[in-house]
């Protein structure tokens, strides 16, 4: 799964629904081996410990994969250490790349691969769980106005999410710094002030800023930030009373949003969290049953 603007609605909702009942207490294992290797180039930890625990649990081989030690440090390309593990025995591979787009260059690799996330391109992954924790809540997606709040342009989660939500059916909304909003997204959803998308969304995802990904240094204070563009407590009591806060983390806390509001009433973050490790068994599951392996459910 690379990105999901590749998968059809049917398809996402299929997806989604299989996370759900994981989430509900159903088990799967592989029916055979199988064998998977995690290459994250970028530091995580959400993503990462979450898809090998969503391994695990689906009875497949985590095999270790060390990037720092490996043969891309003598300067073997990404294709040639796919094409390695490969050869080897791997049958797919969940990669997390600083480069937008990794995956154009594997074009001709046999095995299964997970994007968990390329540069500022996709995190098909995160936006499954956020689906699952929206679906959870709310139980459709049409209709839904969801407010996209951030560091937008540089974020793959924004650019996931606001694709697949407009899809689905709801009413995208985006805010922020205006340089940090690409008007290509506009095809997705309408850009507000925060402070008038917070009196509409029922869904207010807030993004980190994505410094790694900045030419420039931010010049305003943490302090600055969360004053022009974070979700203040004063903020909050303009939301509608049923609205919740979701963040796909790391959360900045008194940068993006007030410390306190992260474990507020309507904060649905650490569920976030929760979901996914459902999000990625479900998806791991749909790549490995397109090349053929089997699952048997366990009563």
């Given at each position: 799964m690379i990105k999901l603007s590749r998968l059809s609605t049917d398809s996402i909702s299929g997806i989604l629904s299989e996370a759900l009942d994981f989430a509900n207490g159903k088990v799967v294992k592989a029916k055979s081996d199988v064998f998977v290797a995690n290459l994250f180039f970028e530091?995580?930890?959400r993503t990462k410990v979450s898809f090998e625990i969503a391994e695990k649990k689906l009875g497949l081989h985590l095999v270790q994969f060390d990037e720092k030690k490996s043969s891309i440090n003598k300067g073997e390309t990404l294709l040639d250490t796919i094409k390695t593990l490969e050869a080897i025995g791997i049958?797919?591979?969940v990669i997390r790349?600083?480069?937008?787009?990794?995956y154009d260059e594997l074009k001709d690799a046999r095995l299964a691969l997970v994007n968990a996330g390329d540069g500022v391109g996709h995190h098909p992954s995160q936006a499954i769980l956020d689906l699952m924790t929206i679906k959870q809540e709310f139980g459709d997606f049409k209709g839904l106005k969801v407010g996209i709040v951030g560091d937008v342009?540089?974020?793959?989660v924004a650019n996931s999410n606001a694709?697949?939500?407009r899809r689905l059916g709801a009413k995208v909304y985006f805010s922020g710094p205006v340089d940090w909003f690409d008007e290509a997204m506009l095809v997705n959803g309408t850009y507000l002030s925060f402070d008038n998308l917070l009196k509409e969304v029922d869904v207010l995802m807030m993004l980190r800023i994505q410094h790694e990904r900045h030419q420039e240094k931010m010049k305003l204070t943490a302090s600055e930030y969360l004053k022009k563009y974070g979700l203040t407590k004063?903020?909050?009591?303009?939301?509608k009373p049923n609205a919740i806060i979701m963040h796909p983390a790391p959360i900045n806390r008194g940068?993006?949003?007030d410390g306190d509001l992260v474990e507020c009433k309507r904060?649905?973050?650490f569920k976030q969290m929760s979901n996914g490790v459902y999000a990625r068994m479900a998806i791991l599951k749909y790549v490995l049953e397109k090349q053929s392996f089997e699952f048997e459910e366990i009563k």
């Open positions: 530091d995580s930890t049958n797919v591979a790349h600083q480069q937008t787009r990794y342009k540089h974020s793959r694709d697949t939500l004063e903020r909050e009591k303009k939301m940068v993006e949003i904060s649905r973050i």
